[in-house]
């Protein structure tokens, strides 16, 4: 039987060279989670520097998110943060 709904957590790196549009990347990314998921919890670690350098930068904003979703939010989540400039890694996971 397929689960429902599963829990995840999503780790994301924006640039820091994008100071006034990264918030907004951040607002972005949390109101698109917010629609599509419950139980959502934000962690904003701020400016960290990078174990290596990543496209010449060597600090990013670190935020974490957890949440509960279909397995089909996930995908469509990666696939955005793809797409979107501004952002230099991410990782989403399911949580057990």
Known sequence: MA???E???AMVIF???LEDEGAALIEKFDAMI???AESV???NWGKRKLAYAINYETEG???LWTFTAKPE???EFERVLKITDGVIRFLVTARQ
Do not use: H, Q, R
């Open 73 to 75: 939010f996930p995908a």
């Open 41 to 43: 919890e934000m962690n």
């Open 7 to 9: 829990n995840y957590e």
């Open 15 to 17: 640039s820091t060279k």
């Open 34 to 36: 917010k629609d599509n």
């Open 3 to 5: 689960k429902i709904n």
């Open 61 to 63: 904003t670190y935020v």
